[in-house]
Structures are given as structure tokens and as C-alpha cells.
């Protein structure tokens, strides 16, 4: 099972702290350092939306939170190449611990998608804040 975010995966994301994309963009998510993270606005629900530009089948999710701005419920919604925009497919509801380590969430589904969008409904935080310092999703790649 290998990570299936790579050069030709495109990420978005709901919102951006002060709009300051430098600090807290949507890049920090994959980038590796421990030191940085995507952090969004108040307000919920928040949400990170992947293409991975190729049909693949999601396995795991692996997330790593800021305690204190963790979100409490999470659904992870998947679609296909050929509706995009349609996300039908629901891989998984998951609830985060409110702890700063690494957590792992298996996905029970087995559909082929192409887009990925995970939804924080709530969150831990009083104004709705997401801090997300790793996220890497693991599967395997379809022919």
C-alpha cells in the first residue's frame, strides 16, 4: 500500500488563515516538515478536495492534527473520472482523538474514484479552525 499523493496531484482546500497561502497553505500538507501545517478559517464545515488525476482505491487515511483544532467528525466523499463534481461515493465517517500524533483511519470501500474531498464537520475548536500538519492517503493505483 503506497501513498498515492504524488507530483500530479492536485489539492484544495476551503479556506486559508488570513488568506496567508505562505504560511498556512494548502503546500504544507505534503510537504514533509513537521514544522508547518494548512490551517483554515473559522467557520464549518471546512473541507480538502484531492485529484489524483487517475483512477485509484483509497485504503487508509493518515492525518496528523494540531490538538485543540482537531476535527471532531470527518466524511470522506469520492468521485469519479467521469463525474468529477459528484461526490457520491462515501468511503468514510471518522472521528478523530483530539491528540497532536499521527492518527490512521482505515476506508472499508473499495470503489475506484478519482477525486477525493474530506469534510471536517466539526471541529474542536470553539471557532471551527482546522490545523492539519500531515495528511497522506494510501491505496493502490488502478489500471
Known sequence: M???IGPDTRIKVSSVLNRDTTSYGKQHLIDGSPETCWNSEQGM??????DFGAPVVV???????????????????????TQPNDYT?????????????????????????????????ESTDF????????????GSQQP
Do not use: M, W
Open 2 to 4: 503506497a501513498s498515492l
Open 45 to 50: 464545515p471546512q473541507h480538502v478536495l484531492l
Open 59 to 81: 485504503e487508509h487515511l493518515d492525518l496528523t492534527f494540531q490538538g485543540g483544532f482537531v476535527g471532531k467528525k470527518c466524511v470522506a466523499l469520492g468521485s469519479t473520472a
Open 89 to 121: 461515493i462515501p468511503l468514510a465517517t471518522f472521528y478523530p482523538q483530539d491528540i497532536n500524533s499521527e492518527q490512521s483511519f482505515p476506508v472499508a470501500i473499495a470503489s475506484p474514484i478519482q477525486r477525493l474531498k474530506l469534510i471536517f464537520e
Open 127 to 138: 471557532y471551527g479552525r482546522i490545523t492539519l500538519y500531515k495528511l497522506d492517503i494510501r
